[in-house]
T-cell receptor, first 115, second 115 residues
Framework: QQQVKQSPQSLIVQKGGISIINCAYENTAFDYFPWYQQFPGKGPALLIAIRPDVSEKKEGRFTISFNKSAKQFSLHIMDSQPGDSATYFCAARANYGGSQGNLIFGKGTKLSVKP | GAVVSQHPSRVICKSGTSVKIECRSLDFQATTMFWYRQFPKQSLMLMATSNEGSKATYEQGVEKDKFLINHASLTLSTLTVTSAHPEDSSFYIC???????????FGEGSWLTVV
């Protein structure tokens, strides 16, 4: 079963704090794990992505931690700001067989950063 | 970053009519484009995968005769909602994968309201 499980469903963080969103997957054939940020009424925007041969990737305040053996990956937002308030989706790409590389999305996490 | 443009961003149509939504990759060629539907506060639901010059692959439960997809060129895919009904009202989002990269980029989405 192709699934990506994301938690928590919603998250409230104080300004300056660390936001942590977790995802777990089942299919070991997934080979690409992006995170998307979506503001209300807008399309998702690619935030950061990682491949399974790397355990961590950092871009500015955003860090992905990847645990291949546990089949888990997480997004850390350091020094969270009110402007980070959005819905975040983790995803995994199935790049095998007839899947044609489509993304399997988690259900999303609504992040609210309080000033 | 790569840009994917959707048009129109918002459209209102009457029940029974058809409406076309365009998805264009502005600065790259995309062999594969994906169409999603998103309900309020929910994750993205893949509707179909379109490949340039061939028939789209529809996900289970998506009516291919109702949601017509055409991928006529490497930079343009269209979704036509035929005989629209109020329950078709939703946020439709496309994404595209450049032929030379594994990253997937999303459009800004199109709000469809059927009255």
């Amino acid at each position: 079963q192709q699934q990506v499980k994301q938690s928590p469903q919603s998250l409230i963080v104080q300004k300056g704090g660390i936001s942590i969103i977790n995802c777990a997957y089942e299919n070991t054939a997934f080979d690409y794990f992006p995170w998307y940020q979506q503001f209300p009424g807008k399309g998702p925007a690619l935030l950061i992505a990682i491949r399974p041969d790397v355990s961590e990737k950092k871009e500015g305040r955003f860090t992905i931690s990847f645990n291949k053996s546990a089949k888990q990956f997480s997004l850390h937002i350091m020094d969270s700001q009110p402007g980070d308030s959005a819905t975040y989706f983790c995803a995994a790409r199935a790049n095998y067989g007839g899947s044609q590389g489509n993304l399997i999305f988690g259900k999303g996490t609504k992040l609210s950063v309080k000033p | 970053g790569a840009v994917v443009s959707q048009h129109p961003s918002r459209v209102i149509c009457k029940s029974g009519t058809s409406v076309k939504i365009e998805c264009r990759s502005l600065d790259f060629q995309a062999t594969t484009m994906f169409w999603y539907r998103q309900f309020p506060k929910q994750s993205l639901m893949l509707m179909a995968t379109s490949n340039e010059g061939s028939k789209a692959t529809y996900e289970q439960g998506v009516e291919k005769d109702k949601f017509l997809i055409n991928h006529a060129s490497l930079t343009l895919s269209t979704l036509t909602v035929t005989s629209a009904h109020p329950e078709d009202s939703s946020f439709y989002i496309c994404s595209a994968r450049p032929t030379d990269r594994n990253t997937i980029y999303f459009g800004e989405g199109s709000w469809l309201t059927v009255v």
